[in-house]
């Protein structure tokens, strides 16, 4: 009995894979995300690295990890699902937007304006895959003491960590509390931020089983493109027209 | 008796505003933090209460229809009082969606320099604008027409109603279907994605509206009616004829819907109907709704010895109990879970599936209905719109 090792590590190649995407030009890629049930192990170290990525503030997520028990004891196991934005072909959150706040952009990835968002949670409503949340101002360090601990207290560093905003769709946003995206809906874009600069998303970098797969669908070399011909690959309510470029090998 | 009512208003409409303002101190200073609703549950008490002020404002659309567009003269003495109340009730509405919004300043700008002719709620704004507009201009030559004038201006003033009325019957109907539509094209929603939604919006405008225009006009016509009692009763006997009409043909609609429902045996639309007629607000479906919304008045207006008094019981019955029928369509079906376990997946309450409008819900709803009834007060005190002399000239 032989155990054969992977020759690379997935990362690795997927590196390679959106260098070469960057070379060819963002506007000529469609990015497509993979996610391996069967090696997820449900550490939802890509909920917190994601969460982290982009300093959401409290009761915002964008790839929150679905568990689910299935079975009968003692055949019993328990499934994980992670659930970043599907980034559909077809997205409804799009068309219902009333100031065309929402769009999809050239990479396929649905985005969103802060600065033009009125916070009508329309979009929220319509996405069927619940994957927009909306940005109520809340914030983590609300109630913290000002100097609990020795040195610089809790809520100091809560509010260094929260009161600088991501560099979310590359641009500076205001600090935390003072305009956008407080107010507003959001979501996840594939980290597009990372992509420019030719890091992988935080979720598919932080993948503990390396179950996330990522890449340009139109690279026929990539390895997201070989997987995408897998008979194991499926997607959510395709019943529904949306045309997720998320896809599960179940 | 007058000034007893107005009296008992107006101090209910200011203690409201007053009682209110902490909330709205409360939005207006710290957004929607302090809302009870989430990422789930987007929307909550106020889109209900939108909602619930869509159907009153229908009342006007219903008696200038039937007034102006297909010749029952007798609701010509209601039109002014009609006209002005649906003003009021799109006054509460806009207060309302305003105030849902995350960042409410953009509404004032956005839609005029990016609007999206896709999104159902950029024509539901374009018909609120038309409606608002028609029924202002409808309004003032209402109110001109009671002002003694020959007999050329009276017949160009009638034009004028008549002309406008024509007019709003296309937007009304599309405003009210508009709203529905809305909903319904929401795919991903098992109980609001049904071609049956829009029309059962149009009827629930019609029948809640319509319920609100026979009660003021019971309730002050009754005040200033020494001299046409006869007037004034059938008035109120016709309409409680049109609403029994209305409430039959909705109470048909609802059933169909929740017949099919089941039959179809959906899992997220038995989830849906479930939640709305077995979860824990099942009191407000089966108590207010079916026992006080429905039967009560469906007895009362279906009775052979029904009287202006009993028609006006059964308004206020469907009048009240319509925010729960709102709340009904809203809320359960925002409730289910778009994937199973999504609301373990990452446990926040902006995520919980749960919602219960809190203490600073129910205080701005309470400044904007007293807004709403202060408005109102106003114009019956100030502007002619419950004059005696109504009705006694040609209209048309």
Redesign the interface.
């Known amino acids: 009995m032989s155990v054969s090792f992977p020759a690379e590590d997935p990362l690795v190649r997927m590196h390679r894979d959106l260098k070469r995407a960057l070379t060819k030009g963002l506007d000529q890629t469609k990015w497509v995300m993979g996610i391996d049930l069967a090696r997820c192990i449900g550490c939802h170290a890509c909920?917190v690295a994601c969460v982290s990525e982009n300093k959401l503030p409290?009761?915002?997520?964008y790839r929150?990890?679905?568990?689910?028990e299935v079975g009968v004891y003692p055949n019993v196991r328990r499934r994980f699902?992670p659930?970043p934005c599907m980034q559909c072909e077809n997205p409804?959150c799009v068309?219902?937007?009333?100031?065309?706040?929402t769009w999809k952009n050239k990479q396929g990835v649905t985005v969103i304006d802060y600065n033009?968002?009125?916070?009508?949670?329309?979009c929220?409503?319509?996405?069927?895959?619940?994957a927009?949340?909306?940005?109520?101002?809340?914030w983590y360090n609300s109630g913290a003491e000002a100097s609990s601990q020795a040195l610089v207290g809790r809520a100091a560093a809560a509010k260094g960590y929260e009161s600088n905003p991501a560099a979310e769709y590359s641009r500076a946003w205001p600090p935390r509390g003072k305009g956008?995206p407080?107010?507003?809906?959001r979501k996840c874009h594939f980290c597009l931020h990372r992509l420019e600069v030719g890091a992988l998303p935080a979720c598919v970098s932080s993948c503990v089983g390396r179950a996330t797969f990522f890449g340009d669908s139109e690279d026929h070399d990539s390895l997201i493109f070989e997987l995408l011909g897998s008979p194991r690959i499926s997607r959510?309510?395709e019943e529904?027209g949306t045309k997720p470029a998320v896809f599960y090998l179940a | 008796m007058k000034i007893r009512w107005v009296t008992i208003l107006l101090l209910l409409a200011i203690a409201g505003l007053g009682a209110g303002s902490w909330g709205l101190y409360q939005r207006l200073a710290f957004g929607l933090q302090p809302v009870a609703f989430g990422s789930h549950v987007p929307w909550g008490l106020w889109v209900s209460l939108y909602l619930f002020f869509l159907g009153l404002s229908a009342g006007a659309f219903l008696v200038t229809s039937l007034a102006y567009v297909f010749g029952l003269k007798r609701f010509e003495n209601i039109g002014p009082l009609a006209a002005f109340t649906v003003l009021v009730a799109l006054a509460c509405e806009a207060q309302f969606i305003l105030l849902d919004l995350g960042t409410m300043h953009r509404a004032f700008y956005r839609f005029f320099l990016s609007p999206s002719f896709s999104s159902l709620m950029t024509w539901m704004l374009v018909f609120f604008s038309a409606m608002g507009a028609l029924y202002a201009v409808k309004t003032y030559v209402l109110l001109k027409s009671l002002r003694p004038s020959d007999r050329a201006t009276a017949t160009r003033n009638a034009a004028m109603v008549r002309r406008l009325s024509l007019l709003s019957l296309p937007v009304g109907l599309l405003f009210y279907g508009t709203n529905g539509a809305f909903f319904a094209v929401i795919a991903g929603r098992p109980l609001w994605n049904d071609a049956l939604t829009p029309v059962l919006f149009v009827v629930a405008a019609l029948l809640s509206g319509g319920a609100l225009v026979t009660l003021l006009t019971y309730i002050f016509r009754r005040a200033s009616d020494s001299a046409q009692p006869a007037v004034r009763k059938a008035l109120c006997l016709e309409l409680g004829n049109v609403l029994l009409g209305l409430l039959i043909l909705f109470t048909l609609l609802e059933a169909l819907q929740i017949f099919i429902g089941y039959k179809t045996a959906r899992t997220d639309l038995l989830a849906s109907l479930d939640t709305m007629l077995f979860g824990p607000a099942m009191w407000s479906f089966w108590i207010v709704h079916v026992l006080f919304g429905t039967i009560t008045p469906l007895l009362l207006l279906a009775s052979r010895a029904k009287t202006p008094k009993s028609v006006a019981w059964a308004c206020f019955l469907i009048v009240a109990s319509f925010i729960a029928v709102r709340y009904n369509f809203i809320v359960p079906d925002l409730s289910i879970q778009s994937l199973p376990g999504l609301d373990a997946a990452f446990v926040h309450p902006r995520l919980s599936p749960d919602y219960a409008p809190n203490l600073m819900e129910w205080l701005v709803s309470i400044w904007v209905v007293s807004s709403g009834l202060l408005m109102f007060l106003l114009g019956v005190r100030f502007l002619p719109v419950t004059s005696d002399t109504l009705g006694g000239e040609r209209h048309v």
Do not use: H, M, Q, W
């Open positions: 909920t409290p009761g915002v997520v929150p990890v679905i568990e689910e699902l659930r409804p068309s219902v937007c009333p100031v065309t706040a033009r968002c009125i916070g009508c949670r329309y929220l409503v319509a996405c069927p895959y619940s927009r949340t909306s940005d109520f101002g809340d956008s407080v107010g507003n809906a959510l309510k529904l």
